[in-house]
């Protein structure tokens, strides 16, 4: 719906993992139906996936090279509050948003909040 009757052409990703993950690859998909479409992949830090199993990475690595651009929101490694900053940014730049949130006290929450 927000594709063809709102005509939402660009789609932030803020690069987690989980529904994020699943969110930017459906996007990556109905480019094949509506090639318009844009994926913009905003990152909390340069170090993000560091920690991250191999497997992560791989799927974090094959998003971001098929996403239009990417940008990180810090770009020092991470430090406390990186992640609000990529949150507050993704909400500045959207006119909608789609959240998927199962704890009432979370990061999430708090941005839809």
Same mark, same amino acid.
């Given at each position: 719906?927000?594709?063809?009757?709102?005509?939402?052409?660009?789609?932030?990703?803020?690069?987690?993992?989980?529904?994020?993950? #699943? &969110?930017?690859?459906?996007?990556?998909?109905?480019?094949? $139906? =509506?090639?318009?479409?844009?994926?913009? *992949?905003?990152?909390?830090?340069?170090?993000?996936?560091?920690?991250?199993?191999?497997?992560?990475?791989?799927?974090?690595?094959?998003?971001?090279? #098929? &996403?239009?651009?990417?940008?990180?929101?810090?770009?020092? $490694? =991470?430090?406390?509050?990186?992640?609000? *900053?990529?949150?507050?940014?993704?909400?500045?730049?959207?006119?909608?948003?789609?959240?998927?949130?199962?704890?009432?006290?979370?990061?999430?929450?708090?941005?839809?909040?």
């Amino acid at each position: 719906k927000l594709i063809t009757e709102n005509n939402v052409k660009d789609f932030i990703y803020g690069g987690a993992l989980g529904f994020d993950t #699943l &969110a930017a690859n459906l996007i990556i998909e109905l480019r094949k $139906e =509506y090639p318009h479409i844009q994926l913009h *992949l905003y990152f909390p830090c340069t170090n993000q996936i560091e920690r991250w199993s191999m497997y992560n990475k791989k799927i974090w690595e094959s998003i971001r090279l #098929l &996403a239009d651009d990417y940008r990180y929101i810090s770009d020092m $490694e =991470y430090v406390s509050g990186c992640m609000q *900053l990529r949150n507050k940014a993704m909400v500045n730049d959207a006119l909608y948003g789609i959240a998927y949130c199962t704890r009432q006290f979370s990061g999430t929450a708090s941005t839809i909040k």
